[in-house]
């Protein structure tokens, strides 16, 4: 997803990118070995902890001389006005004013930048290739069962209008599926205590039951939907 994302920027050799809401930088350590340390990337968080721990990890993988970490808020970015060529935020807007946000993004873009952002899409069903009741299976893959998004946050589709709103032009906007083919615990872990507290349990223990089963089976399979748009400041 991440991919198809910086492609459709057109990211190009000695650009400038912002990460906004790094977290522990994993995303901007995977961008600086994609594009061979030749962009000046920085991410910017509001959480300490995963600062420093960004900070650390691109220390060990040598990575420090092309990757800058500033702590600041996604609502008032850090940044005077056109500081980057591209602004990217990857499941954060779900998380805040997304209008603010998207605003800050584009104010801290130069004309002719791009404006990248990716929200978890709780309005569009999960795919689960589980052995379930139709019943359950109905419960687990129902839009929204996982995450929760703030009270002025964006987990929809309307992420496409906000864009516009914002004064992006020529939005390029796309559905992603997250796909994963074996049950990565830190996700199953996440997904459980979304939706688990929801069903009975005789529903959790059918759930687990046949989670176990694909896994042994090797036929386990989920979808997570996102949407995605890529826009440009004139």
């Known amino acids: 997803m991440v991919r198809t994302l910086i492609e459709e920027t057109e990211l190009q050799s000695g650009e400038t990118i912002l990460e ?27 959480n300490r902890y995963l600062l420093r ?10 990575l420090e001389g092309t990757i800058a970490f500033r702590e600041g808020n996604a609502e ?5 006005d056109g500081s980057f060529d591209v602004t990217m935020a990857v ?16 104010r801290v ?24 009741g139709a019943s359950l299976q109905s419960k687990v893959e129902a839009p929204g069962v996982v995450g929760q998004v703030a009270p002025q946050g964006c987990a929809d589709r309307s992420l496409y209008r906000r864009v516009h709103d914002a004064g992006l032009v020529r939005a390029k906007k796309f559905a992603h599926l997250v796909s994963f083919d074996r049950a990565d615990m830190k996700w199953v872990q996440f997904m ?9 349990q005789d529903e959790g223990q059918e759930w ?27």
Not at 76 to 80: E, N, R
């Open 192 to 200: 459980e205590a979304a939706f688990l507290p929801k069903l009975t």
């Open 91 to 106: 499941t954060v807007i779900e998380e805040l004013d997304a209008d603010r946000m998207l605003r800050e993004m584009v």
């Open 109 to 132: 873009t130069r004309s002719g930048g791009r404006v990248a952002v990716v929200a978890r899409a709780m309005d569009v069903p999960f795919l689960m290739n589980l052995p379930l």
């Open 53 to 62: 721990e960004a900070a650390a990890l691109t220390r060990k993988e040598g």
């Open 208 to 234: 687990q039951a046949a989670r176990a089963e694909a896994e042994a089976r090797g036929t386990f399979f989920m979808a997570w939907p996102h949407h995605c748009v890529v826009g440009e400041k004139q």
């Open 20 to 46: 906004v809401g790094c977290g522990t930088g994993v995303l901007n350590r995977w961008l600086a070995r994609r594009t061979g340390s030749k962009n000046a990337i920085v991410g910017v968080d509001i």
């Open 76 to 80: 008032a970015l850090p940044f005077p």
